[in-house]
Structures are given as structure tokens and as C-alpha cells.
């Protein structure tokens, strides 16, 4: 069992319908699968093995889930740390669960090549890496053969606290992930029609697990958004045909605040919301 085998389905299933949008940018299934592939062999050759802890904290984008299932496709393990941690909290979790390498962006590269130097990383990957990173996945082509795992290992480390507690990570099996996947895409009738609406953080359960993971299990596009800016989600909800909302309460309150809310939803046929009974 692997987690990354629900990509490479949609991907033999669906290869040209869309997996991921982001702005003007659109990728297929067959394209998300192939950079997951180059991102494995990348890792592979870095020396990655099943077992291995790999960390990602970054914004959500198609690089995030290219490198996401590229790490699972090895037997890796994937640890999801929010962008928004301060440095000094990054600094205390990264040893605490022995990462090997962790995918991220300029903006953390300073409290990440600290811990490179102390010798609690082996390198940091991304555009502001220690290899030249697209330099690193061009040279690998061609698929790359999955791992199987156990249903009991671990396929992804999340990171919960509450509101006051400092972060403890939680290791979810390939098997938890597989049935939560399942279990949200049946409940949904979720079909490959399905467009779904993303502004929540990938790093979080409700975004990793109840929407991305589901979404592309079930052959979905994700319609991702940097962050919750009502005009841009009132814009893409007209514009783009989603058909499936996910939000927390606070959000459905501003948007039940509008005049003339159902026409502002015209393709909306499922909403969801987290956080609160």
C-alpha cells in the first residue's frame, strides 16, 4: 500500500483532465504524476530511503504536491510544517523528529541553513536549495517504480498543538489516509467533474487530508488560492465552475452576510465546513 498509487490512478484514469490550478496555471494529472516521479528519482539519488523522514514547509502550490507525493513514492515519510511557524519553533520541531532533507522557499531559508550547519539537516530543497533543485529533477526522466509500504507505516507527520500547546507531530499510516480519503470522496459523490475550491493550508489536516488527498483520489481539480481574500473567492466561485466548497465558520459568515448569495455560488453544489459543529 501507498498513498501516492491514489495519483498514479487518477493519473492512468484521467491524464489529461486538470489535478491542479493555480492562477493562470493548470496541470494535468499525467504532468502532476510525472514531476512526482522526477522529484522521486531527485531523492532517490540524494540518497532517500522508505522510512526516512522528509519535511515540506512552504506555501501551498503544484511544487508542494509534486514533491508531496514524490517523497511518498520513495517510502518516505512526509512532515507537513505551517509556513507561517516562527523560526524559532521550526528550529525546536525539525530535530525532535529527525528530518533528513525539507522542501521550502527563501523565506525560512535562514533558520533552515542554521539547522543544516548544526548538523540536524542534511540539506535543504526547493528554489533557494543546496543542490540547484530544477537543475536536480531535469536530469531525471522516465517513471519512477512506487514502494509499497505497510498499511501501519507511516505515510504523513502533521502537527497539532490547539490554540496554546506547542506542536506535537501525529503520524497518520498509509492506511488512515487511504480510508479518510475513501470515506470523504463517497460521502461527497466526488467524481472527476469535481472542482474544488482551496484556500486552506496543506500542512493542516482539513486541507491535506479532507481536501487534497480526497480531491485527487477521486480524480478532481484543486483550484488553490494563496490564502482567504474574499474578493478572490467570490471571483473564482463565478469564474471557474467549482462545484465544492470548503471553508470554517468564520468564513460562512461573512459569506451569508451577502446580498444575492446563491447567484454568487452558480456552479456550488457541495459545501463543507470544519472547526465547529
Given amino acids: 500500500m501507498n498513498i501516492a ?42 540518497g532517500v530511503r522508505p522510512g526516512d523522514r522528509i519535511g ?4 501551498n502550490s503544484p511544487e508542494w504536491l509534486a514533491f508531496y507525493f514524490g517523497v511518498l513514492k520513495t517510502g518516505a515519510a512526509a512532515a507537513t510544517f505551517s509556513f507561517q511557524l516562527p523560526a524559532e519553533e521550526l528550529v525546536r520541531l525539525i530535530p525532535a523528529i ?21 548538523g540536524s539537516l542534511e540539506g535543504l530543497l526547493g528554489p533557494a536549495g543546496d543542490p540547484d533543485w530544477s537543475e536536480e529533477l531535469a536530469r531525471h526522466t522516465g517513471p519512477f517504480p512506487t514502494v509499497e509500504r505497510n ?14 500547546g506547542f506542536p506535537k507531530g501525529v503520524q497518520l499510516s498509509h492506511e488512515n489516509i487511504t480510508v479518510s480519503s475513501h470515506n470523504v470522496a463517497y460521502s461527497e459523490r466526488s467524481t472527476e467533474q469535481d472542482r474544488a ?72 453544489r457541495y459545501c463543507f465546513s470544519a472547526a465547529a459543529s
Wanted: aromatic residues 10%.
Fill in 98 to 118: 529527525g528530518l533528513r532533507f525539507i522542501f521550502s522557499t527563501g523565506d525560512k531559508r535562514g533558520a533552515l541553513t542554521g539547522l543544516k550547519a548544526a
Fill in 197 to 268: 475550491l482551496c484556500f486552506l493550508p496543506f500542512n493542516h489536516v482539513f486541507g491535506q487530508m479532507h481536501i487534497m488527498n480526497a480531491t485527487l483520489f477521486s480524480g478532481g481539480c484543486l483550484e488553490l488560492l494563496p490564502a482567504f481574500d474574499l474578493d478572490r473567492v467570490l471571483e473564482t466561485l463565478a469564474t471557474e465552475k467549482i462545484t465544492k466548497f470548503y471553508a470554517v465558520p468564520t468564513v460562512y459568515i461573512r459569506l451569508l452576510a451577502l446580498d444575492r448569495l446563491r447567484e454568487r455560488l452558480p456552479g456550488v
Fill in 151 to 164: 498499511r501501519s507505516d507511516t505515510a504523513a507527520v502533521l502537527f497539532t498543538g490547539g490554540t496554546t
Fill in 56 to 59: 515540506l514547509c512552504a506555501p
Fill in 5 to 46: 498509487r491514489h495519483l498514479e490512478r487518477s493519473a492512468a484514469f484521467f491524464p489529461d483532465r486538470p489535478a491542479v490550478c493555480a492562477g493562470e496555471r493548470e496541470i494535468t494529472y499525467q504532468a502532476l504524476n510525472q514531476q512526482a516521479d522526477r522529484v522521486a528519482r531527485a531523492l532517490e539519488r540524494l
